[in-house]
Every structure is written in C-alpha cells, then in structure tokens.
C-alpha cells in the first residue's frame, strides 16, 4: 500500500505542539506540586509515550499524522518508545532533523531504529501552512512560559532560585 510522506514542517508543527504542551502541563504540575523535577519528569514522559496512543500524540492528530509499522501495522508500544528516545536525549532533536531532511523516505533515526514510518493522513493541506503554524504556536508557548515564568518568580521563587 502506497502512503504520503508528510513535509518536514508538518512533522516540526506536530514536534512544537507536543513539546509545548508537555513544557507548559510540567510547569503547571511544579506550581501545583511545588516542585522542579515535575517539569522534566513530565515532558521526559510525555516525549517518550506521546505515540503510543494508536500511533498519534495530540501534535500529531492535530497536523493529521500518524506513525506506523513499516510493515504497515499498527504501532506497538516498545516501537513507540524506542522511536522518542532520540527525541527526549538532549542535542538529538535536532541531529533527527537533518537525518529526516537528508532521508529519502522522511525517516529519521528513530524511526529507523524502531521500523516505523510516519504517515500524512491529510495530504491536501499544504506542507507550508504548517511552517507558519509552528511559528504561531512557538509564539503561544512562549508567551504562556513567560507569563507563568513571571508567576513562579513572585509567587513561588524556591522553584527558580532552591530558597
């Protein structure tokens, strides 16, 4: 069966949102749990498991795309996680990248080592809407951090500076 390969941005777009919402749902849960490590446990779990769900995160289903076995089946857990561990590895997100770039198939390193594919579900919507998206929602994100950045240094300022 033939699949469309989805364009770099859409996959940066489905990247951007899933990072953004992991970030902010993290900085929520240090506020709430007055603690530091609730940022990065949570976005380090949210990276690593955010396509176990049939092969959709929440960034993905919102730019139409899913990931799939190579063999076209559906996506099992251990291939879910061994694909986002390149991701949630510091310097590698951007090492997937250009391997991405550089791959005929769109494949990047992670998906090369967990056997899995992503698919464009949506081909009609063109791939550079979706730089312009990723551009809005790393604007949202920002703004929605500084904001909460803003909170935590005058209300909650153990959590920036450990007093």
């Given at each position: ?8 941005n ?7 949102i ?86 005929q ?6 998906d ?40 935590i ?11």
């Amino acid at each position: 069966m033939e699949f469309n390969k989805p364009g770099p941005n859409k996959r940066v777009c489905a990247f951007i949102i899933d990072y953004g919402l992991a970030s902010t749902l993290g900085i929520y849960l240090a506020i709430l749990l007055e603690t530091k490590t609730a940022v990065w446990t949570n976005c380090f779990f949210y990276m690593l498991l955010r396509d176990t769900f049939g092969g959709r995160s929440l960034g993905k289903f919102a730019c139409g795309l899913k990931v799939i076995d190579v063999k076209e089946r559906h996506l099992k857990i251990i291939q879910a996680i061994i694909r986002n561990i390149f991701i949630v590895l510091p310097i590698l997100p951007l090492v997937e990248y250009f391997v991405m770039l550089k791959n005929q198939q769109g494949r990047r390193v992670g998906d090369n080592a967990a056997k899995t594919i992503v698919i464009d579900l949506k081909p009609q919507t063109k791939d550079g809407v979706f730089f312009w998206f990723s551009l809005v929602f790393a604007g949202i994100f920002f703004a929605i951090w500084m904001v909460l950045f803003v909170y935590i240094h005058k209300n909650r300022p153990s959590l920036l500076y450990g007093r």
